[in-house]
């Protein structure tokens, strides 16, 4: 499957909040760039090893402009470290995308509830909630008012948004929101792990979807050698104890896309012909985990002996 991507112009760079760097991106010759729909992300490809996703927070109509947020993280990998110091107005970046494995279904009423950086992907959903006719509301918080990016735009939506600063009102209520559900209603969470975990435990599998910007711990599973099969390829390889699927085929010399290496992001996903995976992404939903028919090759294994996949 052919993916979109080419260097994009730096066109405005600005702060939406402490810490977070907003940046809109244009084609240098003007060019539409693809669609999109809320709770997509596209990978920035900052130099060999630094790739990675960030949340689409525009708006999806206006093709002539992607916008994306970058929250400076001091103990990160170097990716935002890199953003905020390195691209400014006028520089040209590699970017692909967009992927969506955070869309928004269609439903009677939904519960946004973000935290922190969680509210980029979470930005474009309102304003599509809001078109749609549906009822909902956004619970967002974070450590300070001055650290909570977009504050500003939300202001439009009046009481329907409840923005709750943790120094000032304490942890989120979440039960003002999650609890006694109405029918019909969906929940829509980004945010840190402690959040997640917390909104995870109050609702109901079949009406939650949760991005996650951190890797999960996964329970320990199977650990041993096997065995994939590279149907295009013609090549059979050993994935060796404690090397993923992702760099084994790397360094076979195969390419294929990357960006987290965590199993948060989605851009490894390879369809599975045969085999059975053990799932250890953030991604996939229980369904789809119990379909078997992908897997994040960054992180997930092999239940079994031999997978053979896509690639």
């Given at each position: 499957?052919?993916?979109?991507?080419?260097?994009?112009?730096?066109?405005?760079?600005?702060?939406?909040?402490?810490?977070?760097?907003?940046?809109?991106?244009?084609?240098?010759?003007?060019?539409?760039?693809?669609?999109?729909?809320?709770?997509?992300?596209?990978?920035l490809?900052?130099?060999?090893?630094?790739?990675?996703?960030?949340?689409?927070?525009?708006?999806?109509?206006?093709r002539?402009?992607?916008?994306?947020?970058?929250?400076?993280?001091?103990?990160?990998?170097?990716?935002?470290?890199?953003?905020?110091?390195?691209l400014?107005?006028?520089?040209?970046?590699?970017?692909?995308?967009?992927?969506?494995?955070?869309?928004?279904?269609?439903?009677?009423g939904?519960?946004?509830?973000?935290?922190?950086?969680?509210?980029t992907?979470?930005?474009?959903?309102?304003?599509?909630?809001?078109?749609?006719?549906?009822?909902?509301?956004?619970?967002?918080?974070?450590?300070?008012?001055?650290?909570?990016?977009?504050?500003?735009?939300?202001?439009?939506?009046?009481?329907?948004?409840?923005?709750?600063?943790?120094?000032?009102?304490?942890?989120?209520?979440?039960?003002?929101?999650?609890?006694?559900?109405?029918?019909?209603?969906?929940?829509?969470?980004?945010?840190?792990?402690?959040?997640?975990?917390?909104?995870?435990?109050r609702?109901?599998?079949d009406?939650?979807?949760?991005?996650?910007?951190?890797?999960?711990?996964?329970?320990?599973?199977?650990?041993?050698?096997?065995?994939?099969?590279?149907?295009?390829?013609?090549?059979?390889?050993?994935?060796?104890a404690?090397?993923?699927?992702?760099?084994?085929?790397?360094?076979?010399?195969?390419?294929?896309?990357?960006?987290?290496?965590?199993?948060?992001?989605?851009?490894?996903?390879?369809?599975?012909?045969?085999?059975?995976?053990?799932?250890?992404?953030?991604?996939?939903?229980?369904?789809?985990?119990?379909?078997?028919?992908?897997?994040?090759?960054?992180?997930?294994?092999?239940?079994?002996?031999?997978?053979?996949?896509?690639?």
């Amino acid at each position: 499957m052919s993916v979109y991507e080419t260097e994009l112009v730096v066109e405005v760079r600005e702060f939406a909040a402490e810490g977070v760097l907003a940046l809109t991106l244009r084609h240098p010759l003007g060019e539409p760039l693809p669609a999109w729909e809320p709770g997509a992300h596209v990978d920035l490809v900052l130099g060999p090893g630094l790739e990675r996703p960030y949340s689409l927070c525009g708006d999806p109509a206006d093709r002539r402009a992607w916008r994306i947020a970058v929250l400076r993280e001091p103990a990160g990998r170097g990716g935002s470290a890199h953003v905020h110091e390195q691209l400014r107005p006028g520089d040209k970046v590699r970017v692909r995308g967009p992927r969506n494995h955070f869309a928004l279904r269609p439903a009677a009423g939904y519960r946004f509830v973000a935290g922190g950086i969680g509210i980029t992907p979470i930005l474009p959903m309102l304003a599509a909630a809001e078109a749609a006719g549906a009822e909902w509301s956004l619970l967002y918080g974070g450590r300070t008012r001055g650290s909570m990016a977009f504050a500003g735009e939300l202001a439009r939506y009046g009481d329907r948004v409840t923005v709750a600063p943790q120094d000032e009102t304490g942890l989120l209520d979440l039960g003002s929101v999650l609890d006694a559900l109405p029918e019909g209603t969906l929940v829509y969470c980004c945010g840190p792990t402690p959040l997640l975990d917390a909104v995870q435990e109050r609702c109901p599998a079949d009406v939650l979807r949760v991005e996650r910007f951190q890797a999960r711990d996964e329970p320990a599973g199977e650990e041993g050698e096997f065995e994939v099969e590279l149907a295009r390829s013609g090549r059979t390889l050993t994935v060796a104890a404690g090397v993923s699927v992702l760099d084994t085929v790397r360094a076979a010399g195969v390419e294929v896309l990357y960006s987290c290496t965590e199993g948060t992001c989605g851009t490894c996903e390879t369809d599975v012909l045969e085999g059975t995976p053990e799932h250890r992404d953030c991604v996939l939903s229980p369904q789809e985990r119990e379909a078997g028919e992908t897997m994040m090759i960054c992180v997930s294994r092999c239940r079994g002996r031999k997978l053979v996949l896509d690639l």
